[in-house]
């Protein structure tokens, strides 16, 4: 197991920390050896094998932790947010690199995180729970193109929820009339109930010079190959995301969105 914690032991060093596992394992020094080295390798503590945890950064301390779980070659490894004290360069790298050790080693890995790009980077099926409770099993495409319900939708990728209502024969995001063509089938069972919720990812939005549901852009900002957009309709909020080279409205103009995909929900959804 890989603590959130650390869990490291301050009065020994990190070869010491990462050898303790092997050596009550009884194992033959040179096979300790060579095991050692190979952790502190992959994670990149080779160079401070003879520091003490304390003289390391957060960061440094849970890679202690890390090579000393790796150090024995498990066949199953329960990781508590591993990463969520390093900063976001190295974690992005060390994600990539436990992925690459659980392939060359074989062992299964069950990765507990907040962090749904971890997720979605780390694993072969992801688990969402709320609550202690399962909300949906399948593979990182699976969740995040197929959600079991609104509460996996918000959780896994950015996302946009609009309050629509259907009256008059026609569609409304609050008093903003929405045509026909951007509000796509909505389900019989929710145009009965009068209300729902539509729920789009902000990749899965375009701008359009007419028609579509009208806003107007309340914020641009620039995130380098991103720009990221929040488009008021009526009393409620889109989040839009587009390429930095595409045409997009300056904060304050009056624009059109329509929608690539769309998911509908329940007004009032149990998994929320």
């Known amino acids: 197991m890989v603590f959130q914690a650390f869990a490291v032991w301050p009065h020994l060093s990190v070869h010491e920390n990462v050898t303790f596992p092997l050596r009550v394992r009884k194992l033959p020094a040179a096979e300790i050896e060579r095991r050692v080295r190979a952790a502190l390798t992959h994670t990149h503590l080779l ?27 498990p066949a199953v490894m329960l ?22 050790i659980q392939r060359r080693l074989g062992f299964s890995m069950l990765y507990v995180t907040h962090d749904q790009s971890e997720a ?14 399962l909300q949906q099993v399948g593979s990182p495409m699976e969740v995040y193109y197929h959600p079991a319900n609104r509460f996996v939708f918000g959780f896994i990728g950015l996302s946009s ?23 796509g089938d909505a389900p019989a069972e929710l145009v009965g109930a009068g209300e729902a919720v539509l729920a789009v990812r902000p990749t899965d939005v375009d701008f359009v010079s007419e028609d579509g549901l009208r806003g107007v852009a309340r914020r641009r900002a620039f995130l380098g190959e991103i720009a990221d957009y929040q488009i008021a309709i009526g009393a409620q909020v889109l989040r839009v995301q587009k390429l930095r080279h595409e045409t997009g409205p300056q904060v304050g103009e009056n624009c059109g969105v329509t929608f690539a995909e769309s998911n509908w929900y329940p007004m009032s959804d149990a998994s929320e």
């Open 161 to 183: 929820f609009l309050r629509v209502g259907f009256s008059g024969g026609g569609i409304w995001v609050g008093d903003v009339p929405m045509p026909l063509a951007v509000a």
């Open 120 to 133: 979605m980077a780390l694993s072969d099926r992801i688990l969402v729970m709320k609550n202690g409770v």
């Open 47 to 73: 160079d401070v094998a003879t520091s003490r945890p304390d003289e390391l950064s957060g960061g440094g301390k849970q890679r202690v932790a890390l090579a000393r779980a790796l150090v024995i070659e």
């Open 79 to 100: 990781l508590d947010e591993p990463l969520s004290s390093l900063d976001p360069h190295f974690r992005e790298e060390m994600r990539f690199e436990i992925k690459d």
